[in-house]
Structure formats: structure tokens, C-alpha cells
């Protein structure tokens, strides 16, 4: 059996998926792989931009401008649908810009801030 090759977006960010058809009888493979995103995360002048996975408020902003942040750092705090989700850096970096304050609502895709 072949399998077909597609290109899904999803909010966004494009994955790659393979479609194996399955016949009655027959097992399917049983290793599944994700494919990591294509594209990077949106990257803003000279600095990674930060955005918001989801709408929703923000409750605290943990880093100011100049601020030196290490990747998983936490860089602030969104709450949507009654819970907190922390933001964390991607990447090493010095805080280039902080887009939003305490008590802020943001949409989905939203910069926050922007890591150099």
C-alpha cells in the first residue's frame, strides 16, 4: 500500500502528514513519528516575537525590556477560559520589546514581546 504525503496548516504552522489507506485485516504500522512544524516561529525585525497561543487575558508580565531570559523561562502568564498558561521563551535572548501589560486581552497570534 502507498501512502499519500499531505500539508496541513493549522493555526498557522504547517505539519506534514502521510495518509496510509488501511484495509480490513490487514495491521497498520505502529510507529508513529510527529513531524516537527515547518515553518519557525514568527520572527519580528532582528528578534523572535512571542505570541499568544490563545486569546485571553494577561495576568502577569514576569520580564522587562533589556532583560536577559533563557529558554523556558517563564515571560508571563495568560489566562484563558479560566486557566493559567504560562508563556515561556523559545529561545535564549536578551528582551528586545515587551508588547503588552497586566490585565491586557489578546487574540490569538498577538505579539507579546520579542526576544533578541
Known sequence: MSAKTYH???NGK?????IEEVKPGTTP???????????K??????????TAPMPGTILN???KEGQAVKAGQVLAVLEAMKMENEIVAPVDGTVASVSV?????VNLGDSLLVIA
Open 101 to 105: 501589560d497586566k490585565g491586557q486581552n
Open 29 to 39: 504500522k505502529q510507529t508513529v513519528q510527529p513531524t516537527a512544524p515547518q515553518q
Open 41 to 50: 516561529p514568527v520572527a519580528s525585525g532582528s528578534g523572535e516575537s512571542v
Open 61 to 63: 508580565v514576569l520580564v
Open 8 to 10: 496541513i496548516t493549522l
Open 14 to 18: 504547517v505539519y506534514e502528514v502521510e
